[in-house]
T-cell receptor, first 107, second 114 residues
Framework: KNEVEQSPQNLTAQEGEFITINCSYSVGISALHWLQQHPGGGIVSLFMLSSGKKKHGRLIATINIQEKHSSLHITASHPRDSAVYICAVGLGEKLTFGTGTRLTIIP | KAGVTQTPRYLIKTRGQQVTLSCSPISGHRSVSWYQQTPGQGLQFLFEYFSETQRNKGNFPGRFSGRQFSNSRSEMNVSTLELGDSALYLC?????????????FGPGTRLTVL
């Protein structure tokens, strides 16, 4: 069993829809990261959180430490949000990654 | 502030050769981590350097090695290349060591082994 599970693997939605991507992990962690990867490979760090909730523009990330679960929400989705979203957990000082969620937003 | 830079961006090698990839972190960042990304395995942690010392290492064979210089620039080396080493190699820098810190990624080096 992978230490980090993401769902769904693929998600296609219409522009304007509310998007939720989930991440579950099986071990105690020091922090959880949400990353965005566009075609071509570049990765951008969206959030790093160890408790509660963070918001940046249309993106919201939450984490429930007791349930070992985090969600990434995108409000008013836009085609430019199309990318792969990757959850990564800090296990000690190393990052372990989920397999990613490929999000496609259709105009 | 300049971002993380990696050179070269693309590289083609043949089996058995060795390769050296370079990563220059954001100015002031002392930690550099290296990751391998493949379609089959996804992103995997290779190793992390902080103040010229390797702090952590992932589950990769000894053919994969790295080092960090006093100016925090880092190199990784892969010897005796295998076809399965074809991947996108990413480095990331952060202010201090460990997965507790926001990491800033470079654009990656795409290595193809023929």
């Amino acid at each position: 069993k992978n230490e980090v599970e993401q769902s769904p693997q693929n998600l296609t939605a219409q522009e304007g829809e509310f998007i939720t991507i989930n991440c579950s992990y099986s071990v105690g962690i020091s922090a959880l990261h949400w990353l965005q990867q566009h075609p071509g490979g570049g990765i951008v760090s969206l959030f790093m959180l160890s408790s509660g909730k963070k918001k940046h523009g249309r993106l919201i990330a939450t984490i429930n430490i007791q349930e070992k679960h985090s969600s990434l929400h995108i409000t008013a989705s836009h085609p430019r949000d199309s990318a792969v979203y990757i959850c990564a957990v800090g296990l000690g000082e190393k990052l372990t990654f989920g397999t990613g969620t490929r999000l496609t937003i259709i105009p | 502030k300049a971002g993380v830079t990696q050179t070269p961006r693309y590289l083609i090698k043949t089996r058995g050769q060795q390769v050296t990839l370079s990563c220059s972190p954001i100015s002031g960042h002392r930690s550099v981590s290296w990751y391998q990304q493949t379609p089959g395995q996804g992103l995997q942690f290779l190793f992390e350097y902080f103040s010229e010392t390797q702090r952590n290492k992932g589950n990769f064979p000894g053919r994969f090695s790295g080092r960090q210089f006093s100016n925090s620039r880092s190199e990784m080396n892969v010897s005796t290349l295998e076809l399965g080493d074809s991947a996108l190699y990413l480095c990331a820098s952060s202010l201090v060591a460990g997965g507790l810190n926001e990491q800033f990624f470079g654009p990656g080096t795409r290595l193809t082994v023929l």
